[in-house]
């Protein structure tokens, strides 16, 4: 089985569901992908919680920086996910379990590469 | 307001070892208004305890709440009988909560969440100053309404010392000196002269020099 990765991003990033990015191989089975009206949405709470269920590691994929559909969605996701990071070290974990991305739109690849480098990063 | 951040994690994992049945127990005051210890903040630490047991293999079971406020006998008063089902409180007030309920809850085990820090202003949302030290003898009046006492690296009655440098303290180049604050102040209103009028040395026991403080008023006592 391969590794657990919870990978959150914003309708606007996706371009195909989790079964089809499956079945093409492009994302690895142990995968969840947790689309998003926008991933301004995520709250601390939200990406904390994804380890407490099991992941062992988060990817988030937003919009690029200056297109985000909804303006500054993503830029407030990348503010929590450092805020997180800083959480996992007080805790003693890497702060490199999660990882913030930023995706053009309807543009599956840099979702696909996120979950690669971070499986990468889980093999180490 | 009471301005206040959580305790680092590692900090408050080693508090709650031991621990099996946790209430974390926000407050709806200062503490929700600085984002330190409101609703959301009382379920981001829960998540954060959850994770920092899931790490270490420890069993915990972990319950949320938030009160209106900590520091008032009736909303901590269901407390007394149901901090007892839980071998920890873990309180996100100001240590003014955490006392009260240490106070008014024999047998409930509180612990705090948070540092309390000081009494501050919020300047923009993420950012707060200190403001206030609660002296207890304000002296606000005679320096343009800028507190030497809580904004003055020395608590200087009368200033500046010899440090400032171009409006700023000479305990970082990016601390305004306060006492160059009150002078530009009293000059704007025309009352600059006040300012030559030394104040007296200062009577410390109103800050706490005296003991712990305390209250009364008979018109409002019950
Ligand atoms: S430089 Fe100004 S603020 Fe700093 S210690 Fe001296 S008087 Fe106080």
Redesign the interface.
Known sequence: MSNRITAFCCNYTLSASEAALKKEGLIPEGVTLRPLPCTGRL???DL??A??EGAEAVVVVGCEKDACHNLKGSVRAEKRVKHVKG?LK????SPDLIEMHFAPRKASEPLIRAVEEMSQRLKG | MIIAERKPLNEIMDMLKGVSRLLVLGCRGCVAICSAGGDKEVEILASAIRLGCKKQGMGMEIDTDTYIRQCDPEYIEPLKERGRQYDAVLSMACGVGVNFIADLCPGVRVLPGLNTSFYGANLSSGEWKEMCAGCGACVLHLTGGLCPVARCAKRLSNGPCGGSVGGRCEIDPNVSCVWFAIHSKMQQMNRADDLMEIMPIRDWRTAGHGGPRSRRREDLLS
Do not use: D, P, Q, R
Request: net charge negative; glycine share 8%; hydrophobic share 60%.
């Open positions: 709250e601390i709470k904390l919680n380890f407490v959480m007080e805790l003693g974990m």
